[in-house]
């Protein structure tokens, strides 16, 4: 862990958030290469303080639960200026770790946790989630490979080889951009590809985004160019949301609807080795 002040700023796929408290923060360490000049502009206030807050919850309205049969992981309920949040510690059943409270603006939160870890998981992966919405972005479960001249990125459920693609990628010289979570951001009329922090040390990444694959294993590298509607909900499927509300859901239509009118999709069956490199790259030539 590495301890912060209490006034530094984060810039994640250039979206900049402003942490301040009145006690020291820490930060895991994947944060690191993600933190920003004090003087850049801020879009994002983050107030973290270092103990949870009386809330009558049973007052709130329950707007959605992320749990499985074992226990809970988090919930969101609505408030009267926008909404609140309860992380559970995952080693201590039904154990409140923090809550925090986002403004119906999407651009200030109020973090109260148990210790000076204001971001620690699935905090900041929530943060990351709603500094979404703030602005025209997605967040997404994908890989993404950038040869230099084209951002490629490949998605599908877990096990699918999105890791096994970002090697043979790798090994090709192509930089990673990130092969498990991925922010796509609309820029100046242009689609681009960004990494978020994560358990490890990276630095912080962009990449433009000139086609979308949605992979699976395969006897023979074989690719199927989608459109319209189709491709809109099979790309939409690795989106990470909350869809408790409808203007969530169309906001991300609106957005994967413009995406990929513009971006080429294709449903990709690869074997896993170099062969899929130039299979994509001669694929791509022929339209």
Same mark, same amino acid.
């Given at each position: 862990?590495?301890?912060?002040g209490?006034?530094?700023k984060?810039?994640i796929a ?8 009145q006690?020291?923060i820490?930060l895991?360490e994947?944060?690191?290469?993600f933190?920003a000049d004090v003087?850049?502009n801020?879009?994002?206030q983050v ?5 949870l ?5 049973a007052k709130?309205?329950?707007l ?9 992981f988090?919930?969101i309920y609505?408030?009267?200026?926008? =909404?609140c949040?309860?992380?559970y510690n ?6 409140i770790q923090?809550i925090?409270f ?16 204001a971001?620690?998981y699935?905090?900041?992966p929530?943060?990351m989630? =709603?500094?979404?919405l703030?602005?025209d972005?997605?967040l997404?479960h994908?890989?993404?490979?950038f040869?230099g001249k084209k ?11 999105k890791s096994?693609?970002?090697m043979?990628?790798?090994k ?5 951009i $990130? ?10 009329g ?5 990494n978020t922090?994560m358990?490890?040390v990276?630095i912080s990444?962009?990449a433009?985004?000139n ?6 294993? =395969?006897p ?7 459109s319209?509607a ?7 499927a690795?989106?990470?949301? $909350? $869809?408790f509300d ?7 239509l ?5 995406l990929c009118?513009i ?5 990709l069956?690869?074997v896993p ?7 994509i790259?001669? $694929?791509e030539?022929q339209g």
């Amino acid at each position: 862990m590495n301890q912060f002040g209490f006034n530094f700023k984060i810039s994640i796929a250039e979206i900049v958030f402003h942490v301040f408290s009145q006690k020291a923060i820490e930060l895991e360490e994947g944060y690191v290469p993600f933190l920003a000049d004090v003087e850049a502009n801020t879009d994002i206030q983050v107030e973290c303080f270092h103990q949870l807050p009386e809330t009558d919850l049973a007052k709130l309205n329950l707007l959605f639960e992320a749990k499985n049969e074992e226990q809970r992981f988090y919930s969101i309920y609505e408030n009267a200026d926008g =909404y609140c949040f309860v992380i559970y510690n995952q080693q201590q059943k039904d154990e409140i770790q923090q809550i925090a409270f986002l403004n119906s603006s999407f651009n200030y939160w109020k973090i109260y946790s148990r210790t000076a870890l204001a971001l620690k998981y699935p905090m900041g992966p929530i943060l990351m989630h =709603y500094l979404t919405l703030y602005t025209d972005a997605v967040l997404m479960h994908a890989s993404c490979a950038f040869d230099g001249k084209k951002g490629r990125m490949f998605s599908g459920f877990s096990g699918v080889g999105k890791s096994t693609m970002s090697m043979i990628w790798a090994k090709s010289g192509s930089q990673i951009i $990130n092969d498990d979570r991925l922010v796509i951001r609309k820029l100046n009329g242009q689609f681009f590809v960004y990494n978020t922090p994560m358990y490890y040390v990276d630095i912080s990444k962009k990449a433009p985004l000139n086609a979308i694959y949605l992979i699976c294993h =395969y006897p023979e590298n074989k690719a199927n160019k989608v459109s319209g509607a189709i491709a809109v909900s099979k790309v939409m499927a690795f989106c990470i949301q $909350n $869809n408790f509300d409808k203007s969530f859901i169309n906001k991300r239509l609106d957005f994967f609807s413009e995406l990929c009118a513009i971006t080429p999709v294709y449903e990709l069956g690869f074997v896993p080795d170099s062969s899929v490199v130039t299979y994509i790259t001669e $694929n791509e030539k022929q339209g």
